[in-house]
């Protein structure tokens, strides 16, 4: 199946997120006392069973970083995992509300495009960073969502498979309106995380690959 754990980020707001869930978790199965109990506390089965709308791919999603919980989705953990149940709905969106304003600040800190020609020759140096750390954070989305077929993503956003099968395997970058409409054909457009993520991380990517190809030829004159 397509969604399992994978390592966070704890630097990254929503990893840091994403690891408090999984110690919430892991004390809910601790107190559980026994295998049938902790089953039921799996992320399968608060998917199935919750009366919070979520989803599995939802879940794994929080659980790994890869997007901030929706409200529903966290409710549904926090009633699950937490001991205090629904009485601790309130404190945990306080807390996602916080994570969101943080990857915010995030975003502007760490995606911010630099003056070209201002920043350190090692700097330069270690541009593609910037587009492999892009391709990775569009590779886990894609994977989230299920891992459509690009026939699929070409009936919802007319996006040819070959673009798409260059961009998901981190030959290209895409533009941002052709990110756009695929984050809309992978079913993220309306996560506000995801897509101010993905949107910053091209932004970076595109202008180190811009800013490498012009010292580049530079260097060739």
């Given at each position: 199946?397509?969604?399992?754990?994978?390592?966070?980020?704890?630097?990254?707001p929503?990893?840091?997120?994403?690891?408090?869930?999984?110690?919430?978790?892991?004390?809910?199965?601790?107190?559980?006392?026994?295998?049938?109990?902790?089953?039921?506390?799996?992320?399968?089965?608060?998917a199935?069973?919750?009366?919070?709308?979520?989803?599995?791919?939802?879940?794994?999603?929080?659980?790994?970083?890869?997007?901030?919980?929706?409200?529903?989705?966290?409710?549904?953990?926090?009633?699950?995992?937490?001991?205090?149940?629904?009485?601790?709905?309130?404190?945990w969106?306080?807390?996602r509300?916080?994570?969101?304003?943080?990857?915010?600040?995030?975003?502007?800190?760490?995606?911010?495009?630099?003056?070209?020609?201002?920043?350190?020759?090692?700097?330069?140096?270690?541009?593609?960073?910037?587009?492999?750390?892009?391709?990775?954070?569009?590779?886990?989305?894609?994977?989230?969502?299920?891992?459509?077929?690009?026939?699929?993503?070409?009936?919802?956003?007319?996006?040819?498979?070959s673009?798409?099968?260059?961009?998901?395997?981190?030959?290209?970058?895409?533009?941002?309106?052709?990110?756009?409409?695929?984050?809309?054909?992978?079913g993220?457009?309306?996560?506000?995380?995801?897509?101010?993520?993905?949107?910053?991380?091209?932004?970076?990517?595109?202008?180190?690959?811009?800013?490498?190809?012009?010292?580049?030829?530079k260097a060739?004159?």
């Open positions: 199946m397509p969604n399992h754990r994978r390592v966070v980020d704890p630097t990254h929503l990893g840091a997120f994403a690891l408090r869930l999984r110690r919430l978790q892991a004390e809910a199965v601790a107190r559980a006392g026994n295998s049938e109990a902790a089953r039921l506390l799996s992320p399968d089965k608060i199935a069973t919750s009366p919070w709308r979520t989803s599995r791919t939802a879940v794994f999603a929080a659980l790994n970083g890869t997007r901030l919980a929706s409200p529903d989705t966290l409710c549904a953990l926090v009633t699950a995992w937490d001991p205090r149940g629904g009485n601790a709905i309130g404190e969106l306080k807390e509300d916080d994570v969101e304003q943080r990857l915010i600040n995030y975003q502007r800190l760490t995606h911010t495009t630099p003056m070209v020609g201002k920043r350190p020759a090692e700097e330069l140096r270690k541009a593609p960073e910037a587009v492999t750390e892009f391709h990775r954070a569009l590779r886990q989305v894609y994977e989230d969502a299920g891992s459509p077929t690009y026939a699929r993503i070409f009936k919802k956003t007319n996006l040819p498979p673009t798409v099968s260059s961009w998901l395997s981190g030959r290209t970058v895409p533009r941002h309106d052709r990110l756009e409409r695929l984050m809309a054909g992978l993220v457009a309306d996560d506000r995380s995801t897509v101010m993520l993905l949107q910053g991380l091209q932004k970076r990517a595109a202008t180190e690959l811009e800013r490498r190809r012009s010292n580049d030829g060739r004159r």
